[in-house]
Structures are given as structure tokens and as C-alpha cells.
């Protein structure tokens, strides 16, 4: 399942970083997903739940995602939303945002006061 790839991807991430950074806990994960990346965030946020039952690190993690909409270049200069065709000279832009699924953040415990 795309999902669950994708939702175990966001975990290994996060979880290298929170080792990286002697986390106790892992608070919150941000995540951008991109429009185009045709992934059901509600989806992504169940299965990530799921590795929290087994993690003692992740048991409370809140994983935020944003919507990243599509932005698309055009090699005549054109640069919008406009996916399939460029309202400029016609020909198919190239999608320069909105395919990825980018962890940007994690907020973390140390248990240090
Ligand atoms: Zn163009």
C-alpha cells in the first residue's frame, strides 16, 4: 500500500532525527505533502498512529500535515498552478513542487528540564 510506505518512511525519518537528537519522546512530526503526491493524508496519519503502539518514542506523536499546492515552470518563463497545459505558449510545464512528501520538522522531548 502507498500509504503505508510512505507513513513508515515519515517514521524512520523522524525517528533517525529523534535518536540523532537523544529524544525521549517525539511530540510532533511535520510533514508537507504535496498536492500531486495523490496520498490521503487522513490515511498517512492512521498507519503513522500505528508505529506509536510499538514505540514507546512515538506513543504521543501529533503528526501535522500541511497540503503543499502545485506550482508549475514553464521553459518560456510561465510559473503558476496551471499543471497540464501553460496558459502562455501551450506546451506541458514541469511540476517544480507539489509531487514530494517532506518531513520539515520534529518536535522532540529530551527529558532534560
Ligand atoms: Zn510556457
Redesign the pocket.
Known sequence: MHEYSIAYDIYATARRAALDHGATEVTKVHVDIGEMSMVNPEQVIFLFGTFGEEDSLFAKTVLECRKVPVKAR?????EGTERYV?P????L?EIAEGREIVVTNIEIETGEA
Open positions: 514553464c521553459a518560456c518563463g510561465y501553460c502562455r505558449c501551450g506546451k510545464p
